[in-house]
């Protein structure tokens, strides 16, 4: 069964930058494309980014694009999402997973990172 492991979510102040990180395990994962989702406080759970199995296809949502970056080490297991320019509303709680298909993560889910931007 795969897991992952999402870290790097903190508290910052808006303009500032993070990378979160998802560690995933099992064999196969170079076959995996990869998502980042979020959920906002009394929000449905939303898109932010997605990368195909090499890393050489990517794709935003228009929110973030231009600010966050997704991105992929096969050799670590391990898929990053870089976030700079934070804003207030980036705030929520970040999961990665597996399997997406457009806009839907159809495979497995961590369990979450918190990040909190402040004004």
């Known amino acids: 069964q795969v897991q992952l492991v999402e870290s790097g979510g903190g508290l910052v102040q808006a303009g500032d930058s993070l990378r979160l990180s998802c560690a995933v395990s099992?064999?196969?994962?170079?076959?995996?494309?990869m998502g980042w989702f979020r959920q906002a406080p009394g929000k449905e759970r939303e898109f932010v980014a997605r990368?195909?199995?090499?890393?050489?296809?990517?794709s935003y949502a228009d929110s973030v694009k231009g600010r966050f970056t997704i991105s992929r080490d096969n050799a670590k297991n391990t898929v990053y999402l870089q976030m700079n320019s934070l804003k207030p509303e980036d705030t929520a709680v970040y999961y990665c997973?597996?399997?997406?298909?457009?806009?839907?993560?159809?495979?497995?889910w961590g369990q979450g990172t918190q990040v909190t931007v402040s004004s």
């Open positions: 990368t195909g199995w090499s890393g050489g296809s990517t």
């Open positions: 997973a597996t399997n997406i298909k457009g806009t839907t993560g159809l495979g497995s």
């Open positions: 099992g064999r196969t994962f170079s076959t995996y494309n």
